[in-house]
């Protein structure tokens, strides 16, 4: 396995305000995915980064939304815009390694909370 | 219809019992994994153990087995010998298909474990 981290851990926010999330692996990565998961819920896939191209959104989020940087193999940032209460939810980076197909890892995960 | 079902919102077992959660899947697909995670209070996902839908042979990783039925569609859970540090909710996930670049996951809505002392 590798080491996954995420910055912040945890975060209180004000409603409008923008946080941008983290994700660093000590390993070569092929895609990254970012899940959301809102209180009591389970995760729900927010997009795909690819390195060096534009990031596939699912169903219901958008771009403008939580815009997602890949600069490179190890590193992603999530952002979440203009936050309303409705954003309070963990959020997690989910790297693929490399090589590795019978596992899925996750970070340890962004605690938000939007008053 | 949903891809993963777990039908167990909530589950309470004895220490040092068995436990098995249960997990059926949906898909037309012939190439998928099925995958479990546990996830205690602290909010972080904990990959358990996966199963391909090649393998000839349930997976197995400790006191986590997994009972695989194919044409049933299920991927159950078992935990032996329960300990008070398993209590947890614990999810189980589906990939469709291998190629590169698909490896999102599914999840489904998860069963909450309560061990008892």
């Known amino acids: 396995s590798a080491v996954i981290s995420q910055k912040p851990s945890r975060d209180i926010c004000q409603r409008g305000t923008s946080l941008t999330i983290q994700c660093q692996v000590d390993?070569?990565?092929?895609?990254m995915f970012w899940y959301r998961q809102q209180p009591g819920q389970s995760l729900t896939l927010i997009a795909t980064a690819n390195q060096g191209s534009e990031a596939t959104y699912e169903s219901g989020f958008v771009i403008d939304k939580f815009p997602i940087s890949r600069p490179n193999l190890t590193f992603s940032t999530l952002t979440v815009s203009n936050m309303s209460p409705e954003d309070s939810s963990i959020y997690l980076c989910?790297?693929?390694?490399?090589?590795?197909?019978?596992?899925?890892?996750f970070g340890p995960g962004t605690r938000l909370t939007v008053l | 219809a949903q891809k993963i079902t777990q039908t167990q919102p909530g589950m309470f077992v004895q220490e040092k019992e068995a436990v098995t959660l249960d997990c059926t899947y949906d898909?037309?697909?012939?190439?998928?994994?099925l995958f479990w995670y546990k996830q205690p209070s602290s909010g972080e996902m904990i990959f358990l153990i996966y199963q391909g839908s090649y393998d000839q042979q349930n997976a197995t990783e400790g006191r986590y087995s997994l009972n695989f039925q194919k044409a049933r569609k299920s991927a159950n859970l078992v935990i032996s010998a329960s300990q008070l540090g398993d209590s947890a909710m614990y999810f189980c996930a589906m990939r469709e298909g291998v190629s590169f670049g698909n490896e999102k996951l599914t999840f489904g809505t998860g069963t909450r474990l309560t061990i008892i002392p």
């Open positions: 390993s070569q990565v092929t895609m």
């Open positions: 989910s790297p693929t390694l490399v090589p590795s197909y019978n596992e899925q890892f």
């Open positions: 898909t037309s697909d012939p190439s998928y994994g």
